[in-house]
């Protein structure tokens, strides 16, 4: 469903990180709870009012919700049980699914359904994926939404409304839930519009509208309102606005990080509305490369400054963490609060099996250096569909680095991106070429073959075979 933009600029300038912010640990605020004894002159607090106090990290010492259509389709795979009971992201992809749908990709069970669920899990943390804007995904076929371009204020009161309706439910005041809104949204208004060669109609006529704006803000400000939710807004990754410049032809970095600043106002919402912000989102970008850097110094010239070498392509970062941190500095530069904090999707990055590299290359040559020494086997940074070779990555946990508060798996591992060809269906996806394992590539992948696998369903179906491949590929390898 992700969608991944690399793009091919010169003249990038470094990007550094705030030393001070990229050293800060998350912090947790603990729930206090005073009860009034007989002897005690206090005032007792209500669980309910001691539950939505937030906390710096919701998912700190949290037990995060399982949710059991996917966990059923891991279980019946060989070996799958091992990593059945990992949380995963619940997709509301569609104004249907609020109510349960019945469909192949999220079941029967609604957004209640799966809230009271959580309950009987005894579950701290539920993950919605809030995914259904007017023309979602406007680079791509495979992951276009039920609403048109214009039909903002549908979007608003017959999928937010109901939403922040039910999240709001008194029943649920002792669930921390993590909102995911939007992804592949935002950074397409500063990668794929024109005049970049990476433009497409769609995403041109999503700038000029400015129904991504309106309608993110209005997510992060209604659902934000509520005392014991967490919104992290999706951010890319370093594959698709890991270039900085001051052209801003060139310039994906600091350009994403002041479009997310410019909602910040509208519709009334806050800096407090957005808890943090989340990277890799159903994507593969490793989280680091552990045998290259990448402004290392190889044939005479360091990495991201050589124009011959299409996987670095000036690129600043080579890995998930450096970038999300980084990132996360500019956004606060850009006006949200210093303490947000960073989530980052670790579900198909692991990259391990039989071609995972133990070592750098000692080859003086840039190009067979750095395609020795990755971990991260993608043909592109910009193919995003069903890669083939891909494999599992960091099981979700909280607090893994300063300053990111979680690895989680909001993509299920399993689920397609797309289907391989043209599948009729009534679910709104389109077929996109980039999930065609013959295709060759368009600008958005610097015109390189898909590495797409092949024989798989429409995006959110289950796929036996990719799931196998992912156990197999597992880095940590699944015990």
């Not at 099981?395 to 680095?401: G, I, K, L, T, V």
């Not at 689920?415 to 065609?436: L, R, T």
């Not at 600008?443 to 075979?465: F, Q």
Request: charged share 20%.
């Amino acid at each position: 469903m992700t969608l991944n933009r690399s793009r091919h600029h010169s003249g990038r300038r470094r990007i550094v990180a705030l030393g001070a912010a990229a050293a800060a640990a998350a912090t947790v605020s603990a729930l206090a709870v005073t009860t009034a004894g007989a002897e005690e002159n206090t005032v007792e607090e209500s669980p309910v009012e001691a539950q939505q106090a937030k906390v710096d990290n919701p998912y700190e010492g949290a037990q995060v919700y399982v949710n059991p259509i996917w966990s059923a389709n891991a279980a019946a795979e060989p070996g799958g049980s091992a990593v059945a009971d990992e949380p995963t992201g619940v997709w509301l992809d569609r104004t249907s699914a609020i109510e349960g749908n019945d469909s192949p990709t999220t079941g029967s069970m609604g957004l209640r359904d799966h809230l009271d669920e959580a309950l009987v899990q005894g579950s701290d943390v539920v993950q919605i994926v809030i995914y259904n804007l007017p023309g979602r995904d406007c680079a791509a076929l495979a992951s276009n939404g039920e609403l048109p371009a214009d039909a903002i204020d549908r979007y608003k009161t017959e999928y937010i409304d109901p939403i922040a309706e039910i999240q709001a439910d008194p029943a649920y005041a002792s669930l921390r839930i993590v909102n995911v809104i939007e992804i592949d949204s935002l950074p397409n208004l500063v990668t794929n519009v024109t005049p970049r060669a990476t433009a497409t109609p769609n995403c041109d006529t999503m700038l000029a509208n400015g129904n991504y704006q309106d309608g993110i803000s209005y997510a992060a400000a209604e659902l934000g309102a509520l005392p014991n939710t967490y919104n992290y807004l999706d951010a890319g990754h370093h594959g698709w606005i890991g270039w900085g410049d001051t052209n801003p032809q060139y310039d994906n970095f600091f350009a994403s990080a002041e479009m997310f600043g410019s909602l910040i106002g509208q519709n009334g919402m806050t800096a407090d509305d957005v808890h943090g912000f989340i990277t890799n989102t159903a994507n593969y970008s490793a989280l680091e490369e552990p045998y290259w850097e990448v402004d290392q110094n190889v044939g005479g010239q360091p990495l991201n400054q050589n124009p011959n070498l299409p996987w670095v392509d000036w690129n600043d970062f080579n890995g998930e963490i450096d970038f999300a941190t980084a990132f996360r500095d500019e956004l606060v530069s850009s006006g949200f609060n210093s303490n947000v904090g960073m989530l980052i999707d670790t579900s198909r990055n692991g990259w391990g099996g039989a071609d995972r590299p133990t070592g750098p290359s000692s080859s003086t040559d840039a190009v067979t250096f750095v395609d020795e020494s990755r971990i991260d086997q993608r043909i592109q940074k910009g193919n995003w569909c069903n890669q083939a070779g891909a494999g599992l990555g960091e099981r979700p946990q909280a607090s893994p680095e300063a300053g990111i508060d979680a690895y989680v798996w909001i993509k299920p591992p399993g689920e397609s991106d797309g289907a391989s060809e043209e599948i009729p269906n009534d679910e709104g996806k389109g077929f996109d070429q980039m999930c065609d394992p013959d295709y060759q590539g368009n600008p958005r992948n610097g015109n390189n073959p898909s590495g797409a696998r092949d024989d798989m369903p429409l995006s959110g179906h289950w796929s036996s075979e990719q799931f196998q491949e992912l156990l197999e590929n597992a880095y940590p390898p699944v015990s």
